[in-house]
Each structure stands twice: as C-alpha cells, then as structure tokens.
C-alpha cells in the first residue's frame, strides 16, 4: 500500500510564502499523475495542482502564478510552492497520487493564511 506524507503546512501572513512537501512510499515515476487538492471548511475538495509523470502540470485558475508545484524524484516527494497567500488559500491541502486504477490520499496539513 502507498503511502502519501504531506508536510510544511502551517500559519502565515497575507502576502507570505510556504512550501509543502508531499513524500511518497514508493517511486513517484511510477504514478501516473501526483498533486494537490484543498479541502476548505465547508467547501468542497477541489483541486490545487497536478502533475503527470511526463512532467505536464495543471493549476486551479485561483492559484495560477502564485503556486508551483515540483518534484524531487530521487527523494520521491512532491512540492507545492505558495507564495502570495491569500486569507482564501486556507484549507486544509492533501497530497494527491494516481497510480491506475488506484487513488492516494494524504492525510492533509493545515495551511492557515491570516489578513
């Protein structure tokens, strides 16, 4: 069974900058896409960012030029780099795998963005 750490979440100022790492129990190669979704106090899981294994990458329109997200392969984790954090930005973020025909699931970190 894979198994999906998230790290780096924490509290931050309007206007800051945090770095979540997402470490994996197994080659992130292999998977066919790796990723962020958030998951807001009341709201819906939605997606963050998402990168497949050919390196392609997708943003949520709300995080475009804000957010990267990367990848370390020789350490097998996943980034998501947030800069410019909005108050909105605050959920709880969960790292994201798929590998066919199984979903992986983090167990979240909580980002909290104050105004």
């Known amino acids: 069974q894979v198994q999906l750490v998230e790290s780096g979440g924490g509290s931050v100022q309007a206007g800051g900058s945090l770095r979540l790492s997402c470490a994996a129990s197994?080659?992130?190669?292999?998977?066919?896409?790796m990723g962020w979704y958030r998951r807001a106090p009341g709201k819906q899981r939605e997606l963050v960012a998402t990168?497949?294994?050919?390196?392609?990458?997708n943003y949520a329109d709300s995080v475009k030029g804000r957010f990267t997200i990367s990848r370390d392969n020789a350490r097998n984790t996943v980034y998501l780099q947030m800069n410019s954090l909005k108050p909105e930005d605050t959920a709880v973020y969960y790292c994201y795998a798929f590998d066919v025909p199984v979903h992986y699931w983090g167990q979240g970190t909580q980002v909290t963005v104050s105004s």
């Open positions: 990168l497949n294994s050919g390196g392609s990458t």
């Open positions: 197994r080659r992130i190669g292999l998977f066919n896409v």
